[in-house]
């Protein structure tokens, strides 16, 4: 019996890869429905190669074939097996939380869900006997090699360093647009590829973590691996350490997500060897010039709305540098004040989570037009 997937976020780089692994295994998957933001050219040519039942766009110009749901019926049809949340941003929470309350199986693959609201969104999946499967690499890669977390004694997230990794904090503070998009590993989106030259997007994955597995922070460690060949491993009680390896490639992670508990042959480029491999390196993150790292560790650490101000500070901070109005240090500078300045709540709900990020996007553009004048 075939699969019933909903893909939100057809049109960007996780559901493109999403619907190449599908290609691959078209008598695994049924497409109930896809989503986009803006890019209905593309979403109408998917509808077109793939059929699916229903589609959702902000504009409303769908070809025949697809009847138009808006995202929140989406995730409220139980023919859904599972839904991939391959939106980014914090609008991927609310159909997240809807899926869930549906008991729909969720492959994970936005950040914001659990940087904002691990503490809703965990306990509800649990309540309702949903499965959220991360789509990361990195938690991915844990997720493969946990087969007890009451026996876990530490999680190893790794990342590859970024562009900057051998550069100077000189060179990072003058680093154009282009430096920081050019990832030496990964092809991903805009917006993510600045949070990887800054390693905010690895103090994200932190934060996801200690959700995910419900883990302490202190046992949470990052190392940084150029090579991007362990994905990420684990430290049992007894002192063995599991990790995942495999060759850097996002369509092996989103496969296991949207096929698990099963595995099939998919798409790979060619199998592992580890004599091509040749050499694994390793090595402590450079604290200092990767300052978001330790920003997301504090912000974590504090819970509560902390990591709502982190990531929308984060987030619009790297939308200003990508329109070239600020510098790629500003973004740290102003996630660090930003929180140095926020009051920090507890037990905040989802409508108190969404206002909460809308005071702190404001008055982040407040402080980095004050940083431009």
Known sequence: MKRKISILGSTGSIGRQALEVIDKLQDKFEIIALTAGSNVDLLNKQIEKYHPKYAYAKEINLINGAAPLSIEEICSNKENDIILVAVSGKIGLKPTITAIKNGINIALANKETLVMAGDIVMPLAQEMGVNIIPVDSEHCAIHQCIKNISQVEKLIITASGGPFLKKTVEEMKNATIEQALAHPRWNMGRKITVDSATLMNKGLEVIEAHHLFN????????????QSIVHSAIEYADGSVIAQLGL????????????????????????????????????????????????????????GSATVCLNAANEEAVFEFLDGKIKLFDIINAVETMLSKHSIRKNISLDEIFDIDNEIRIKTKELLNSVRA
Request: some cysteine; glycine content about 4%.
């Open 215 to 226: 883990m302490d922070y202190d046992k949470i460690k990052v190392v940084v691996h150029p």
């Open 248 to 303: 850097p490639s996002m369509h092996i992670p989103i496969q296991y997500a949207i096929s698990y508990p099963e595995r099939f042959e998919g798409i790979k480029s060619k199998s592992f060897c580890f004599s091509e491999i040749a050499r694994l390196d390793f090595e402590e993150p450079d604290w200092k010039k990767f300052k978001a790292l330790n920003l997301a560790y504090e912000a974590g650490k504090a819970g």
